[in-house]
């Protein structure tokens, strides 16, 4: 992570404390803090537009949103089968002739 002060690639995940953290925390932004300066800064959490992110971590959080769109997929998929099943059962089961 880039510094949002003095422009150093040496900024890292803070952590969490106080109210004013909690409060960015339900906006997806987090703490980071710098090595260099030591200054401390706040960033959203998927934020691969940020001009604080390096390259790298730009190239990771996509492939990580790819990766979670991929699943997402699979989960739809896998949902709507079983519901297609749970459906035909029900008509059978509603529509079967009395014994």
């Known amino acids: 992570m880039i510094c949002a002060k003095c422009g150093e690639p040496k900024a890292h995940r803070s952590h969490s ?17 710098c090595r260099a300066c030591k200054a401390r800064f706040y960033t959203y959490r998927s934020g691969a ?8 971590e730009r190239k990771i959080i996509e492939l ?11 989960v739809v998929a ?7 099943i749970a459906a035909a059962i029900l008509f059978y089961v509603v529509t079967r002739p009395p014994e």
């Open 49 to 56: 537009t940020s001009g604080l992110r390096t390259s790298e």
């Open 78 to 84: 896998v949902y709507s089968v079983a519901a297609v």
């Open 17 to 33: 404390r106080g109210v004013l953290d909690w409060f960015y925390k339900r906006f997806q932004m987090i703490p980071y803090r």
């Open 64 to 74: 990580r949103r790819r990766l979670k769109w991929k699943n997402s997929k699979k």
